[in-house]
């Protein structure tokens, strides 16, 4: 079954309002990805984190890995209607393979 | 650079008949994988390449065959298609395997009747 996790799987958030999407795994991951995925469209990368405890920032968006690589979150500050979308985090266990979570679909309404 | 492209973007196919579903990236990408998304589940990993010539099973293989005989390459095979197998198609690729990013294909809509 899914071994990533994310919560919650929809956030109804108003313009202007905060945003948080959580992505837990059973293991250790080696490293973790986001991708924004818009309405009817295909995933698109966001930012990779490596290291425990790595914190990055884009514009509002605030991105953070875990100290044990088993967690990591995406905070969004002043949500606008550009934000729209589901939100993925991605991750490798010292394999080949990348191993999408379940995702959080954002709305944001005007 | 046409960046990774998929073929058909849309087909209805009837249950137990087969199909490819094409991959193909222009930006000799080493490392090339099929996802599908169903809706709640996110998107889950079929099958995937490290190089021309490798192939491995992901999460949800079963129904589904791949090969990769060139670097540009990565066709899908359902090869009896069951309703089970309903969803939207993404391919993906990048350079390598470990830590870089995915560059996704437009996506194959799937519906099997």
């Known amino acids: 079954g899914q071994q990533v996790m994310q919560i919650p799987q929809y956030q109804h958030v108003q313009e202007g309002e905060d945003f948080t999407t959580y992505c837990n795994s059973s293991?250790?991951?080696?490293?973790i990805q986001w991708y924004k995925q818009r309405p009817g469209g295909h995933p698109v990368f966001l930012i990779q984190?490596?290291?425990?405890?790595e914190v990055k920032k884009q514009k509002r968006l605030t991105f953070q890995f875990g100290e044990a690589k088993k967690n990591s979150s995406l905070h969004i500050t002043a949500t606008q209607t550009t934000d729209v979308g589901t939100y993925f985090c991605?991750?490798?266990?010292?394999?080949?393979?990348?191993?999408f979570g379940t995702g959080t679909r954002l709305q944001v309404f005007p | 650079n046409a960046g990774v492209t998929q073929t058909p973007k849309f087909q209805v196919l009837k249950t137990g008949q087969s199909m490819t579903l094409q991959c193909a990236q222009d930006?000799?990408?080493?490392?090339m994988s099929w996802y599908r998304q169903d809706p709640g589940m996110g998107l889950r990993l079929i099958h995937y390449?490290?190089?021309?010539?490798?192939?491995d099973q992901g999460e949800v293989p079963n129904g589904y065959n791949v090969s990769r005989s060139t670097t540009e390459d990565f066709p899908l095979r359902l090869l009896s298609a069951a309703p089970s197998q309903t969803s939207v198609y993404f391919c993906?690729?990048?350079?390598?395997?470990?830590?870089?990013?995915?560059?996704f294909g437009p996506g194959t809509r799937l519906t099997v009747t």
């Open positions: 984190l490596v290291k425990s405890g």
């Open positions: 930006m000799n990408h080493e490392y």
């Open positions: 991605a991750g490798r266990r010292n394999t080949d393979k990348l191993i």
């Open positions: 293991t250790t991951l080696s490293n």
């Open positions: 390449s490290v190089g021309a010539g490798i192939t």
């Open positions: 993906a690729s990048s350079y390598f395997a470990g830590g870089y990013e995915q560059y």
